[in-house]
């Protein structure tokens, strides 16, 4: 049973950083895809970040970009998410997920989910 479980969430002021880990298991994830997504309350899912099985590759989503770093430890089968200067808007359940496909601009289409993780940002 694949199981993908998210940690790191919390609250923090504006300006202030979070390192979001996913903790993959049920099968070999060095091979995936993987990514970060994240929902607001009220608001579609969207994409965040993608990163490669060689951690080559990574996508963000223009929100993020420059804010954000994806990377992973296939060793460890753990995906990260480094958050700084956090923003209010940046509030929303944050969801790991793994496999799947790209498409041409780097999101992902996912084949698992994990539960998410609460990430709120006070003003």
């Known amino acids: 049973q694949v199981q993908l479980v998210e940690s790191g969430g919390g609250l923090v002021q504006a300006g202030g950083s979070l390192r979001l880990s996913c903790a993959a298991s049920?099968?070999?994830?060095?091979?995936?895809?993987m990514g970060w997504f994240r929902q607001a309350p009220g608001k579609e899912r969207e994409f965040v970040a993608t990163?490669?099985?060689?951690?080559?590759?990574?996508y963000y989503a223009d929100s993020v970009k420059g804010r954000f770093t994806i990377f992973r430890d296939n060793a460890k089968n753990t995906l990260y998410l480094q958050m700084n200067s956090l923003k209010p808007e940046d509030t929303a359940v944050y969801y790991c997920?793994?496999?799947?496909?790209?498409?041409?601009?780097?999101?992902?289409?996912?084949?698992?989910w994990g539960q998410g993780t609460q990430v709120t940002v006070s003003s």
């Open positions: 997920a793994a496999g799947g496909t790209i498409d041409y601009n780097g999101r992902l289409y996912p084949s698992d």
């Open positions: 049920g099968r070999t994830f060095s091979s995936d895809v």
């Open positions: 990163i490669s099985w060689s951690r080559a590759r990574t």
